[in-house]
């Protein structure tokens, strides 16, 4: 066909819409656009690679655990009052005398009250040996370490802190020279860093333990309020506390007979001068906690305040089991 006669071709009809269209060329396929890809970095890969490989990697994956296998066999207890509230024959009704075993941090007339009960103990004089000898009671006391439940009371830890504290006023200097810390933040430090220690060794072993504690009033001028605490420095006090599921209070002043307090309370004191004549009226709040599980709070199982009888709170524990009406 010759130019000419292509000229004269009649052009296909198309609609009106399509002939009022704008002239785009050829038909393009249409393509979607791909996202490009951010690589992954080379610190991620390596991680990646680390990770398949690691054995520690591999022993965390085996230990995971369910929150519904948790056992708790031992107790963990910090029992806290003021003097002659009758801390150290609580705490050393626990358990029987064979399997009970005392580190002593203040003079044997500590014990006399429990005298008959044939208890052993170690006393310690000084930091060091308070150290050595709750890292290593069970080498201290072989036999006792294989019993079904032993059973060991720090009498008492406010006096193991002293101990620990006055330790570390010094340090050895690069040269060798001991000097005394300018920065009694530092001192606090040392000792903080020495009970982190101890305490990791000691609460990993198969044991009961009580730590007696004195309890220390911290009073508030502006709000009118006490507050009564383990007579712990508040670093130690949170280091030690966190790792123990019961700390109870030994209220002496409770009406007709000293009483544990098993959480937080608050009372009213009222201050009189010479005449009898009110002075004044304030709040004094004592601290004390326990852990359970949910499904067991409220229960009764451990009452605000129970009678100074920890074996008895123990087994409800346990069992899971509220308390007697009359007990």
């Known amino acids: 066909m010759t130019e000419e006669e292509r000229t004269l071709v009649s052009p296909i009809p198309k609609t009106a819409e399509a002939a009022r269209a704008p002239f785009t060329g050829a038909a393009s396929p ?12 080379i610190f991620s890969q390596v991680s990646t690679a680390n990770a398949r490989q690691s054995p520690l990697v591999k022993k965390l994956a085996e230990r995971t655990q369910s929150t519904k296998d948790i056992l708790s066999p031992w107790m963990r207890l910090l029992l806290h009052g003021e003097i002659d509230s009758k801390k150290t024959v609580t705490a050393s009704r626990f358990s029987s005398p064979e399997n009970t075993r005392i580190i002593l941090t203040r003079g044997e007339d500590q014990l006399l009250p429990i ?9 310690v004089e000084n930091a060091s040996e308070f150290i050595e000898a709750m890292a290593y009671c069970d080498t201290i006391w072989p036999d006792w370490a294989k019993l079904p439940e032993p059973y ?19 340090f050895t200097s690069g040269t060798g020279e001991v000097r005394e810390h300018k920065d009694p933040r530092k001192m606090h430090v040392a000792a903080l860093k020495e009970m982190d220690s101890v305490f990791t060794t000691l609460n990993r072993k198969p044991i009961h333990i009580t730590l007696v504690a004195l309890s220390k009033i911290r009073e508030n001028a502006i709000t009118q309020e006490e507050s009564i605490f383990p007579d712990l420095p508040p670093a130690m006090s949170n280091l030690i506390m966190s790792d123990y599921s019961y700390i109870y209070y030994i209220n002496k002043k409770k009406p007709n007979n000293a009483c544990l307090l098993t ?11 010479e005449n009898q004549k009110k002075n004044v009226t304030f709040q004094r709040f004592m601290f004390a906690r326990h852990k359970l599980p949910v499904e067991l709070e409220g229960k009764g199982i451990i009452r605000p305040y129970e009678p100074l009888d920890l074996r008895a709170i123990w087994e409800r524990i346990k069992k899971g089991e509220p308390a007697k009406v009359g007990t």
Do not use: A
């Open 30 to 41: 249409v393509v979607t656009p791909v996202k490009p890809t951010t690589p992954q970095s």
């Open 263 to 273: 959480g937080k309370d608050f009372e009213s004191i009222t201050e009189y001068d």
């Open 115 to 123: 005298k008959s009960l044939g208890i052993q103990y170690v006393k």
């Open 152 to 170: 060991l009371i720090i009498d008492d830890i406010s006096k193991g802190k002293d101990m620990v504290l006055k330790d570390n006023e010094t």
